[in-house]
């Protein structure tokens, strides 16, 4: 089966900086998708950003863009000047090409500090 | 986002109550999902459908009983939950589980307390 890692419960970046978060998926499939949601405390999972596996490119919406190393099975998310909007919990999550069920990781709480 | 609406969104039920969730998507979509997620755990896929069929049940316990009327509509109706059940339930609806794009797209989540 396969698993996703975020191995970072809380980070912290400041207003207009940078942070990455990390995102770690166990598989033995070649064909599969990835994601990032973003749960603000409003609770509503927002889909973030998606990576299609045998796309080498790596996907950007905006000031998201993610680092996708297949080989080392590593799918971190940079937000790029980063905005007080942006504090939430950030999830990643793991979707075989062959079905729709989705493997999420336990999530990193991302605060924003002014 | 409105495309995937639940209620209530908050719902305090004793344990011999029975309620039900409601979720409804205006996407257009064909499947349906519901999870369950639990505090520092992740998200717990609970029931699958397609089409109004049921496609998957993750050995969810039978006081959960899911139901789909329409391809816009979801229920989850509850009996005799326990304590351990609180947690939020989220709801999610995608186009079709065929599609090798497919995307999942979620609801605000409904945030149960059983006392």
């Known amino acids: 089966a396969q698993t996703v890692t975020q191995s970072q419960p809380e980070m912290s970046v400041q207003e207009a900086e940078t942070v990455t978060l990390s995102c770690t998926y166990d598989?033995?499939?070649?064909?599969?998708?990835l994601f990032w949601y973003k749960q603000p405390p409003s609770r509503q999972m927002i889909l973030v950003i998606r990576?299609?596996?045998?796309?080498?490119q790596n996907a950007t919406e905006n000031r998201f863009s993610v680092n996708f190393q297949k080989a080392a099975k590593s799918f971190s998310l940079k937000i790029s000047d980063s905005q007080l909007g942006d504090a939430a919990m950030y999830f990643c999550?793991?979707?075989?090409?062959?079905?729709?069920?989705?493997?999420f990781g336990a999530g990193t709480r991302l605060t924003v500090k002014p | 986002e409105t495309g995937v609406t639940q209620t209530p969104r908050h719902l305090v039920m004793g344990m011999t109550n029975k309620k039900s969730l409601k979720c409804e998507q205006h996407?257009?979509?064909?499947?349906m999902y519901w999870y369950k997620q639990s505090a520092k755990k992740p998200l717990e896929l609970m029931f699958v459908?397609?089409?109004?069929?049921?496609?998957e049940n993750n050995s969810v316990p039978s006081r959960f009983s899911p139901e789909c009327p329409n391809s816009s509509h979801l229920f989850l109706h509850l009996h005799t939950l326990q304590p351990e059940d609180s947690a939020l339930y989220l709801c999610?609806?995608?186009?079709?589980?065929?599609?090798?794009?497919?995307?999942?797209?979620f609801g605000p989540g409904t945030r149960l307390t059983v006392l």
């Open positions: 999610a609806s995608s186009q079709d589980r065929a599609l090798r794009t497919d995307t999942q797209y």
């Open positions: 598989t033995s499939e070649s064909d599969y998708y």
């Open positions: 990576q299609e596996a045998y796309k080498q």
């Open positions: 999550a793991y979707r075989s090409a062959d079905n729709n069920d989705m493997r």
């Open positions: 996407l257009g979509h064909n499947a």
């Open positions: 459908y397609s089409l109004e069929e049921r496609v």
